[in-house]
Antibody, heavy 119, light 111 residues
Framework: EVQLVESGGGFVQPGGSLRLSCAAS????????MNWLRQTPGEGLEWVSY????????YYSDSVKGRFTTSRDNAKNSLYLQMNSLRVEDTAVYYC????????????WGQGALVTVSS | QSALTQPASVSASPGQSITISCTGT?????????VSWYQQHPGKAPKLLVF???NRPSGVSNRFSGSKSGNTASLTISGLQAEDEADYYC???????????FGTGTKVTVL
């Protein structure tokens, strides 16, 4: 059974940093492209970042580019999202999700991690 | 990049059919057969229902079906059941730099 479990969410002040982790199991993690997405009541679902399964090429949405960094450790079956210079508008539930190479949809999602940025 | 437009809510009685629309532009829905649909129950993660406009992943009921015409994609739920009460989101690949755009979401209520 595919399982994705996010951790590391919490409360942080504007300008602060937080690191999310996503522990994967039940599938060959190294073979999958991985993504971070986030959801807010006001803005809905938003794609945040992507990392491929091969050379760890990454892409980011304009809203987080330069502030967030996605990485993966295939030996640990883990995905990470380092979030720096956090803003109030980054407040959201963050999901990690799988994507097969060549497809444009997200097969499996984790249960989400809440990040709250507030003073 | 604006979100894809969906009706805020749709309701119907058990056994009836409903259709949720998802309107985009020629940069996303209109140009690619890369529309997917997700179901989300309260407090849960989204679940993939339909991909590439019409395809269902293994295990998804055939009561869920997708289609597309021009810049508008649609999800039809036939034989509505109580467990179908949830939020539904469409998504499309887009030629813009954000790669993926999501719909505004539709709350389905089973009366």
């Amino acid at each position: 059974e595919v399982q994705l479990v996010e951790s590391g969410g919490g409360f942080v002040q504007p300008g602060g940093s937080l690191r999310l982790s996503c522990a994967a199991s039940g599938f060959t993690f190294s073979a999958y492209e991985m993504n971070w997405l986030r959801q807010t009541p006001g803005e809905g679902l938003e794609w945040v970042s992507y990392i491929n399964s091969g050379d760890a090429t990454t892409y980011y949405s304009d809203s987080v580019k330069g502030r967030f960094t996605t990485s993966r450790d295939n030996a640990k079956n883990s995905l990470y999202l380092q979030m720096n210079s956090l803003r109030v508008e980054d407040t959201a539930v963050y999901y990690c999700a799988t994507k097969v190479y060549g497809t444009t949809y997200f097969d499996y999602w984790g249960q989400g991690a809440l990040v709250t940025v507030s003073s | 990049q604006s979100a894809l437009t969906q009706p805020a809510s749709v309701s119907a009685s058990p056994g009836q059919s409903i259709t949720i629309s998802c309107t985009g532009t020629s940069s996303d829905v209109g140009s690619y057969n890369r529309v997917s649909w997700y179901q989300q129950h309260p407090g849960k993660a989204p679940k993939l229902l339909v991909f590439d406009v019409t395809n269902r992943p293994s295990g998804v009921s055939n009561r869920f079906s997708g289609s597309k015409s021009g810049n508008t994609a649609s999800l039809t739920i036939s034989g509505l059941q109580a467990e179908d009460e949830a939020d539904y989101y469409c998504s499309s690949f887009t030629s813009t730099r954000i790669f993926y755009v999501f719909g505004t979401g539709t709350k389905v209520t089973v009366l």
